[in-house]
């Protein structure tokens, strides 16, 4: 069925630490994933994306690494700053261009 | 200069009127998307139109229409609405279909249903 999970639902770092958030698919077809954030009141926005070609991408402090093996994606955010705080999803791409998005995990930085 | 423009932002409504969100996107993008964030975040697509064409409609109640006037404009009613329906609408556009690219969301139009 359609799934996208992710292991916790909130994830509390110090300023300054990196964060590790974790999402797990259950599509084995699916070939393209994004990372979005979504600040408070806000629509979510892009940070990142991976194509299942592919095992890890880097952006301006975060990389998203892609296990195909145990349908696993992460996203890790190097030196966390309190603008970071927001809630993170991880989306698949279904066939037919449907983005399945998984449930969200809350980062909190703490100063 | 916005690029996916959604109104309003705020929807206040009694049990069984029917309300309308419109949405606007000067992205020069074709297909266009509604979500529905419910309390715990958890966005679900309801649909996706690609240059006025419904391509995607999920499980969604038939209270719910989407129309598209034309490519940059995808609006939805909703009739007889039910406290259930109480969400964060999203309205969002991509360059095509197929989700290769990034989704451009708006701010959100959050309904109450009281």
């Known amino acids: 069925g359609e799934s996208v999970g992710l292991h916790l639902p909130t994830l509390s770092v110090q300023e300054g630490d990196n964060s590790i958030i974790n999402c797990a698919y259950s599509?084995?077809?699916?070939?393209?994933f994004i990372w979005y954030k979504q600040e408070s009141g806000k629509g979510p926005q892009f940070i990142i994306d991976?194509?299942?070609?592919?095992d890890k991408r880097q952006g301006q402090r975060v990389t998203v690494l892609l296990n195909k093996t145990v349908k696993h994606l992460s996203l890790q955010i190097a030196a966390t700053q309190p603008g970071d705080s927001a809630v993170y999803f991880c989306?698949?791409?279904?066939?037919?261009?449907?983005?399945?998005f998984g449930q969200g995990t809350t980062l909190q930085v703490k100063p | 200069d916005t690029a996916v423009s959604q109104t309003p932002k705020y929807l206040v409504t009694q049990m069984g009127n029917d309300k309308s969100i419109k949405c606007e996107q000067n992205?020069?993008?074709?297909?266009m998307y509604w979500y529905k964030q419910d309390s715990k975040k958890f966005l679900k697509i309801m649909f996706s139109?690609?240059?006025?064409?419904?391509?995607i409609n999920e499980t969604v109640p038939n209270r719910f229409s989407p129309k598209s006037p034309d490519k940059a404009h995808l609006n939805l009613h909703i009739n007889s609405l039910e406290l259930g329906d109480s969400a964060v609408y999203f309205c969002?556009?991509?360059?095509?279909?197929?989700?290769?690219?990034?989704?451009?969301f708006g701010e959100g139009s959050r309904l109450t249903v009281l």
């Open positions: 969002a556009s991509s360059q095509s279909p197929m989700n290769t690219g990034e989704l451009f």
């Open positions: 599509n084995s077809a699916s070939d393209y």
């Open positions: 991976i194509r299942s070609n592919m």
């Open positions: 989306a698949e791409n279904m066939v037919g261009g449907k983005l399945i």
């Open positions: 992205l020069g993008h074709d297909t």
């Open positions: 139109y690609n240059n006025k064409e419904l391509i």
